[in-house]
């Protein structure tokens, strides 16, 4: 029990609603206004939401997205996903302990009949690729319907405190998610032709070309002529022994609680996955006042941009590559994590296991696109478009771009008739190639600057596209290296010190070296937004460069709070000679990342990790079906139940064919899922009875 409320954030506003109790397994508790069941569990320190009707284990929280069951609780009596269902006040909420039982209706129907709802186009998804389209389709006065299943718009956007990289015109670059999110609700908000749907859950894309969707808990049936699929991605899972352990997060669940909820969910986090998702989480958990004891990826390098992983590594992270997880460790939750060393093939290499104290593993794999809707509507007959990471997983920058590109593409084949690019201009859709590109190569650092004694030096040595600080220098001294959003960044002319690129820059990776004074110990300027752990004129800190190679601890000179940009200037006193390489300064100390002394390694048989966690079907008797010459997934699930759980195998579906994958069966032979009728779970009692149609 305890308050696990953020109270303070150096990045987002801390602000609640009215108070309110409830009621969890017969205790008193507070929750706010508008705070989801799960999050306000968890903000009075409850983690295990119930315990499996088939081996007991605990369940708790995962995605915090509607697409999973774990979460699930029984709130006044009948059984709902806790991460989506609002608590209120006076609400009897209790554990789910087994197979919950279904309520039994009593009495007459009074449901009303259905309404169906026509419009020119529906958007599926209210992050950054629909707001976007809506925008656009806004502008030229279509009908449009967009509908999301939270209870604000901005999907993944509300999420991000961190600044946008991209450019300034086209993708708000150096302005936070959070931000963004705001900017096009807003922006969406003004369409007079467009209407906004939150709340409301899309069921399911019917044979009849009609959309079945829960607003506000009533069913309604929107008949529209086309659809644009926006509704984004899940997470991907990964098998590993003791994945069944509560505090087992989804990387967008954390980011929920932290920064939707304002609500700290671990105290000792250890990550899986050095993408940009799982980079960008360490950070997040940093500004939370969280240690983040490590993060582990299996490729040789990190996937994500080189500048949010030189960041989290300064800062004090220390990432492991060519590493993966062994095992979650624990008894119902998460005590421990094991990593080990993989091969180039990604097996474990032996004696190579280190192993961790943490309360919390994030799991940042990467994502899947949801497909679904876009699916079903090509099998109706519906006119069917996609964008962000529904068409394919790229950064929120792509996302909003492609949004605008799909919007003016529905537009023109609305108002001309015709599938045609119409007045589409060609270098929208070079600009999108380039927002959705993976990094590039890395460069060295340029040359060192003589005869100037004011000038920036640039930590971004990959080429990503992105180029606020280009934008922002009042002398123009700053461009891309060969001219394209793709550069790395190089300066060229007159410095005045106005600190511009450092507060724009997304990945704090620009320092200014100020010689004016003392060319022999010149001042450093240093970008900082971890608040949680405060820095202030006097104390020493540890000088790190860009690969968090340790340069010696000096005393601050000074910090300078920018509170408009939410950004903390933190100048320093160096010997020339290390002027260039200092980066930035560890935040965390270095004891929150050791090892325990002597690894966990459980005695285990091969392949025990559970490939199905809704009807905990294990690795081992999913592999032995493959191995009998079974590549039908329907079949596997007839046999195991594996696919038969409450989230309808989005979570296994993929685990499975990654195993066919590895038994070495190619792809056109294994035969995929029926799709279940409809998407989401939906209590019955929402569906009229057969009279009132």
């Not at 990593?339 to 093939?345: L, M, N, P």
């Not at 108002?415 to 045609?420: A, K, M, N, R, V």
Request: hydrophobic share 40%; proline share 5%; with cysteine.
């Amino acid at each position: 029990m305890g308050n696990h409320r953020i109270k303070q954030h150096p990045i987002l506003s801390v602000t609640r609603k009215k108070e309110i109790m409830f009621e969890f397994n017969s205790q008193t508790m507070l929750a706010y206004e508008g705070e989801m069941i799960a999050s306000a569990l968890i903000a009075n320190g409850i983690y295990v939401f119930g315990h499996h009707h088939k081996d007991g284990s605990a369940q708790g929280i995962f995605c915090a997205n509607g697409q999973c069951a774990k979460c699930t609780v029984i709130a006044n009596g009948v059984p709902v996903k806790s991460c989506m269902t609002e608590v209120k006040a006076g609400m009897i909420v209790k554990s789910a302990e087994g197979l919950p039982e279904v309520p039994l209706e009593t009495g007459p129907s009074k449901r009303a009949k259905i309404e169906e709802i026509h419009t020119e186009v529906l958007i599926i998804g209210g992050g950054p690729s629909g707001l976007s389209a809506a925008i656009e389709l806004g502008k030229k006065g279509i009908d449009t319907l967009l509908v999301d299943d939270k209870h604000i718009m901005g999907g993944k956007l509300v999420l991000q405190t961190h600044k946008f990289f991209g450019s300034e015109q086209d993708s708000r670059a150096g302005t936070r998610g959070h931000d963004i999110a705001e900017l096009l609700s807003l922006e969406v908000r003004a369409q007079e032709s467009v209407q906004v749907w939150t709340n409301s859950t899309v069921l399911f894309v019917f044979s009849d070309k009609k959309v079945g969707v829960i607003k506000e808990g009533v069913y309604k049936l929107v008949v529209p002529k086309r659809i644009l699929n926006a509704a984004g991605a899940r997470e991907k899972f990964l098998r590993f022994r003791g994945n069944n352990l509560a505090r087992i997060y989804g990387a967008g669940a954390f980011q929920t609680l932290v920064n939707r909820d304002l609500i700290r969910p671990t105290n000792r986090l250890f990550i899986i996955g050095g993408g940009n998702v799982g980079l960008i989480a360490a950070y997040h958990a940093l500004q939370a006042g969280i240690e983040v004891v490590g993060l582990a990826e299996a490729m040789p390098q990190c996937g994500g941009y080189k500048v949010h992983a030189d960041k989290i590594k300064r800062l004090g992270v220390p990432i492991y590559t060519s590493h993966s997880i062994k095992s979650a460790n624990g008894d119902k939750v998460v005590e421990s994590v094991t990593i080990t060393e993989v091969d180039s093939k990604f097996q474990a290499i032996e004696g190579t296991e280190k192993s961790f104290a943490c309360d919390t593993i994030l799991v940042a794999v990467g994502l899947d696109s949801l497909s679904e809707f876009t699916l079903e509507a090509q099998a109706a007959g519906i006119p069917i478009y996609a964008s962000g990471d529904a068409l394919e997983i790229a950064e929120a920058s792509s996302a909003m771009f492609n949004g605008k590109i799909a919007g003016h593409k529905i537009a023109n084949d609305i108002l001309h008739g015709e599938s045609s690019e119409g007045n589409i201009p060609d270098e929208w859709f070079a600009k999108a190639q380039l927002l959705k590109s993976h990094p590039g190569q890395i460069k060295g650092y340029q040359d060192p600057h003589p005869g100037k004694d004011l000038f920036p030096v640039f930590h971004c040595l990959q080429e990503i596209p992105c180029n606020p600080c280009t934008t922002v220098c009042p002398t123009n001294s700053i461009h891309t290296e060969d001219g394209t959003l793709m550069g790395v960044p190089i300066y060229g002319g007159q410095c005045v010190g106005c600190f511009r690129c450092l507060l724009i820059c997304p990945g704090l990776a620009v320092t200014l070296v100020d010689k004016r004074k003392d060319s022999e110990n010149p001042t450093i300027t240093i970008p900082y937004e971890i608040g949680s752990i405060p820095v202030a004129k006097g104390d020493t800190i540890q000088l790190m460069d860009i690969d968090a190679n340790e340069l010696g601890e000096y005393p601050v000179f000074r910090v300078v709070d920018f509170k408009d940009r939410r950004t903390q200037l933190v100048i320093v006193k160096v010997p020339a000679a290390i002027a260039m390489k200092v980066a930035g300064f560890r935040a965390q100390a270095k004891s929150v990342s050791q090892p325990l002394d002597k690894p966990i390694i459980t005695p285990s048989l091969p392949d025990d990790a559970m490939i199905c966690l809704c009807e905990r079907v294990s690795v081992k008797e999913v592999r032995d079906l493959i191995k009998q010459g079974i590549t039908d997934l329907n079949q596997i699930k007839a046999i195991t139940r594996a696919g038969m759980g409450p989230c309808g195998a989005k979570t296994c579906d993929t685990l499975i064919r990654n195993l066919i994958r590895e038994e070495g069966v190619p792809a056109e032979e294994v035969v995929a899922n029926t799709r279940r009728p409809i998407f989401v779970e939906a209590a019955l009692d929402i569906f009229p009875d057969g009279d009132s149609k």
